[in-house]
């Protein structure tokens, strides 16, 4: 026999996720994952299916009928959307500018495809001229994008870019992760094809999720597939028969996290989708003229910033690891570390979803103050009174 482990009972600190995901979530939220479990074919949890579906199409602002949370994070929504819409043989081009489109290519590579790139700066973002240009080269039958480049802060331009991608026969995958809840995101208006995103981040759920969404044109395409889904688990065609109408065992539905994807939809519901942009993009200024206070840039230029996502530069001579450890340590915040490129060279200060509040920016800026001083690393103005003046 194995002897049991010596292991103390679970406990967690209450900490401020200002980092690249997960956010903090909304107490309502939490609350609603320790409800009574129910079966994954009771009615009642089926109506909370329902109430999911078409919250999510409120929050993608899209009428597509083939809208629903896959059952794990937001890279399986990222599979899901590759390997239902492509099949080997096929070309596909994906945008690279940060480390989520390079995910995009590694997972469209293993799909069987044949990848093709368009590549642009770290921190910068593609124009409908360099895409048209790739359009034409490669004849792609999907052209993937991410909208909201966590590992770097950027948003996509979006006006025009389905109309463009069409005009060439070819379908619009984009990923949502970090923009869905957070910034404005119009799935129909701006003619996605497909589009998955995750829970922990603009939405404020736990991580263990990923709605996506599908188009009339990517549902014509993956009905005319020649082969199998190389995938089983994230075979579409069997997993929209258990959220339409027939209700066929596929796999079991994470019945808590559904519980929980509800109750952060609905806090998006009542606040108005308009309102939370609005709300994210208030207070990205109030960081933004407290970080300034420190001396500290954003390298993305002004128009194409993040709101939710703040990639800043860290100061000369400011060590990154002792300023996040100790905002960790002592000031119980998690700010996020460069990624990939950006790596020693960069924070990633996430305000997203629930976490996106007025206190929550001015802790961190005199969590941040307090660091700087107590390494002596300069504090050329009070963020505090820079801030002040944009609440
Ligand atoms: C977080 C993220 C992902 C991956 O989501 P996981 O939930 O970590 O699997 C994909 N794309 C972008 C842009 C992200 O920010």
């Not at 043989?89 to 590694?106: E, P, Q, S, W, Y």
């Not at 929550?360 to 103005?381: D, Q, T």
Request: proline share 5%; net charge negative; with cysteine.
């Amino acid at each position: 026999m194995i002897n049991p482990p010596k292991i103390s009972k679970l406990t967690t600190e209450e900490k401020l996720l200002m980092g690249p995901g997960p956010s903090n979530i909304h107490p309502e939220t939490s609350l609603a994952m320790s409800k009574p479990i129910l079966g994954h074919l009771d009615p009642d949890f089926l109506r909370i299916l329902d109430e999911n579906q078409e919250m999510l199409r409120y929050v993608f602002q899209t009428k597509n009928t083939l809208t629903l949370p896959i059952s794990a994070t937001g890279s399986a929504g990222m599979e899901t959307c590759i390997l239902n819409l492509v099949e080997p043989g096929d070309t596909v081009l994906i945008a690279i500018n940060g480390v989520f489109g390079a995910r995009m290519k590694d997972v469209a590579e293993r799909s069987g495809a044949k990848v093709e790139t368009l590549t642009a700066d770290w921190g910068s973002v593609f124009s409908l001229e360099e895409i048209e240009e790739g359009l034409k080269k490669f004849s792609p039958k999907v052209f993937g994008i991410v909208h909201a480049e966590t590992s770097t802060g950027a948003q996509q331009p979006m006006e025009g870019l389905g109309a463009l991608v069409h005009k060439y026969d070819c379908l619009l995958l984009l990923d949502c992760v970090t923009s869905l809840g957070g910034t404005k995101v119009l799935i129909d208006e701006w003619e996605v094809d497909a589009v998955y995103s995750g829970t922990q981040k603009c939405l404020s759920a736990p991580p263990g999720l990923s709605p996506v969404s599908f188009s009339q044109r990517a549902e014509e395409k993956m009905a005319g597939r020649k082969s199998k889904n190389r995938s089983w688990y994230f075979d579409l065609s069997m997993v929209k028969s258990y959220f339409g109408g027939e209700r066929l065992y596929h796999h079991t539905a994470p019945i808590n996290m559904n519980y929980s994807l509800h109750a952060s939809l609905h806090e998006i519901v009542e606040e108005g989708l308009e309102n939370r942009w609005k709300r994210h993009e208030k207070n990205h200024q109030i960081l933004k003229a407290g970080l300034e206070a420190l001396n500290i840039e954003f390298p993305v230029e002004e128009k194409y910033r993040l709101p939710q996502l703040n990639a800043v530069k860290i100061p000369e001579g400011v060590e990154d690891v002792k300023i996040r450890n100790r905002m960790l340590e002592l000031h119980k915040i998690e700010i996020g570390s460069g990624l990939g490129a950006f790596k020693g060279k960069y924070w990633r200060i996430g305000l997203m979803g629930h976490t996106s509040r007025a206190q929550n920016v001015i802790r961190c800026l005199s969590a941040l103050k307090e660091c700087f001083l107590h390494f002596g690393y300069p504090v050329p103005e009070d963020p505090i009174e820079k801030a002040y003046r944009h609440l």
